[in-house]
């Protein structure tokens, strides 16, 4: 049986391993370093840990003081807080002088449960994504967390992580490759794209399986880098197999549905039918994360009939 971790749970592991290997790491915290999982680094590496207080705006500047003097500086909080709150420090002193700062903004998502909706991030992907210069990556599970950690450390300029409390089994192989910016084939198809992103990509490839026992093929992407985007390998895949459905744990505005969109119309050679399944106009609520993914359509079975009736209506044959 796959060991089940939190995205968050592979960031914290990453930090350790690369506050031993690189002395320049330090982190920066807003009282929540035990859910954030950077307690460990601070357990560690006491001298490169600063616990600033429910201060996210002050957070971000001092993450920048440091990355101004050398350092290679993590600045931690929940998403809503750190992408919400701290946001002008975020655009002015950040992403505009294209600071070597990695924001990681934890407990993202619906995921997050019960503490309702002004605690669920269900728009920093497109507030981060807005921003010139800064890279948004979203991992999937607790190693491609530890693997976007560590390239993020060693790329120049802002990053932002997307990270989540839910548990999810652990599907990628363990140092596996990763490279930011460029989205992977999980699993090839010739009649429908899957493109997805984050924690919610397991149910993606078991929708892909229940279409498979129907005849349909679906190709899975997993696309961990919403900015850049991979163009060329989604563009591949749309245009192979003629129709593609978006799925994110977020907002279908401005996040990963939004950002293909923008792809396809600008340069598909041919009118390729999208549909998006995420959060739609609306703000999250209390209840457990399975409850939530499912108001939200976020299963495997509506992820499956989203794919399945796009295929109708486009009236594509499929294989038998």
């Known amino acids: 049986m796959a060991e089940v971790k939190a995205t968050r749970d592979g960031y914290g592991e990453a930090l350790l391993e690369l506050g031993s290997a690189e002395p320049r790491v330090a982190v920066v915290d807003a009282d929540l370093f035990r859910s954030t999982r950077t307690d460990r680094f601070a357990e560690a590496f006491p001298d490169r840990f600063f616990e600033i207080g429910i201060a996210e705006q002050d957070m971000v500047s001092t993450a920048v003081g440091l990355a101004l003097g050398?350092?290679?500086?993590?600045?931690?909080?929940?998403?809503?807080?750190?992408?919400?709150?701290?946001?002008?420090?975020?655009?002015?002193?950040?992403?505009?002088?294209?600071?070597?700062?990695?924001?990681?903004?934890s407990s993202a998502g619906i995921t997050q449960g019960p503490d309702g909706a002004t605690h669920q991030s269900v728009l920093d992907v497109a507030l981060m994504r807005s921003l010139p210069n800064?890279?948004?990556?979203?991992?999937?599970?607790?190693?491609?967390?530890?693997?976007?950690?560590?390239?993020?450390?060693?790329?120049?300029?802002?990053?932002?992580?997307?990270?989540?409390?839910?548990?999810?089994?652990v599907w990628r192989e363990a140092n596996a490759r990763f490279e930011i910016g460029k989205a992977e084939v999980r699993r090839s198809g010739t009649d429908v794209t899957l493109a997805a992103c984050g924690v919610i990509l397991g149910r993606v490839l078991e929708?892909?399986?229940?279409?498979?026992?129907?005849?349909?093929?679906?190709?899975?992407?997993?696309?961990?880098?919403?900015?850049?985007?991979?163009?060329?390998?989604?563009?591949?895949?749309?245009?192979?197999?003629?129709?593609?459905?978006?799925?994110?744990?977020?907002?279908?505005?401005?996040?990963?549905?939004?950002?293909?969109?923008?792809?396809?119309?600008?340069?598909?050679?041919?009118?390729?039918?999208?549909?998006?399944?995420?959060?739609?106009?609306?703000?999250?609520?209390?209840g457990t994360a399975e409850e939530l993914l499912e108001k939200h359509g976020l299963t495997a079975e509506n992820i499956a009939g989203v794919a399945r009736l796009l295929i109708v209506e486009r009236g594509k044959k499929v294989r038998t």
């Open 70 to 105: 050398g350092m290679i500086p993590f600045a931690n909080s929940f998403a809503v807080f750190l992408t919400g709150r701290a946001f002008d420090q975020v655009r002015q002193q950040v992403a505009l002088p294209s600071a070597s700062v990695k924001l990681a903004g």
């Open 134 to 169: 800064m890279c948004v990556v979203v991992p999937s599970d607790a190693e491609e967390a530890q693997l976007a950690t560590r390239a993020a450390a060693h790329r120049d300029g802002p990053v932002y992580l997307r990270l989540s409390r839910y548990e999810t089994p």
């Open 207 to 286: 929708a892909a399986e229940a279409l498979e026992v129907e005849g349909i093929s679906a190709e899975v992407l997993n696309v961990h880098t919403i900015k850049p985007l991979d163009g060329e390998t989604i563009l591949d895949s749309c245009c192979r197999t003629g129709a593609v459905v978006t799925i994110e744990e977020q907002s279908i505005i401005g996040g990963l549905g939004s950002a293909v969109a923008e792809l396809l119309a600008e340069r598909a050679d041919r009118w390729i039918p999208l549909r998006r399944v995420g959060v739609a106009d609306t703000f999250g609520e209390s």
